[in-house]
């Protein structure tokens, strides 16, 4: 990834977010949540890996994953990730809806880490 990730943007400079436009806002705010999202998802694939590692070091099972088929985490994990993949559409959705000239100040804000 180049620059700064869209969620550094907003945390950096907010008093830039009332120059944008509407659609310009909406598409860094989701974008930022996805991105925090996905970091989120990264920790409960380390947190799934870690516990797995754990339970078969002593010797026991995770016992909703026996009744189940799925672990908590396992079903948290699957519900993140239906999440990103909804504020990935709505992305793609508001993008669609972005001029040529929105979309360059928005990645250059980004590059340059001004927002």
Do not use: C, F
Not at 29 to 52: H, I, K, N, P
Not at 53 to 76: C, F, P
């Amino acid at each position: 990834m180049h620059g700064l990730a869209w969620g550094q943007i907003l945390d950096r400079r907010p008093e830039r977010m009332s120059q944008l436009t509407e659609r310009q806002r909406i598409l860094l705010q989701t974008t930022a949540v996805r991105d925090r999202a996905e970091a989120l998802l990264r920790g409960l694939m380390d947190a799934r890996e870690r516990s797995e590692k754990h339970l078969a070091e002593v010797g026991l099972r995770d016992h909703v994953k026996q009744v189940t088929g799925k672990s908590s985490i396992d079903n948290a994990i699957e519900s993140t990730r239906r999440y990103i993949d909804s504020l990935n559409r709505a992305i793609v959705d508001v993008r669609r809806e972005l001029s040529d000239e929105d979309m360059a100040a928005l990645s250059e804000e980004r590059l340059t880490g001004i927002a």
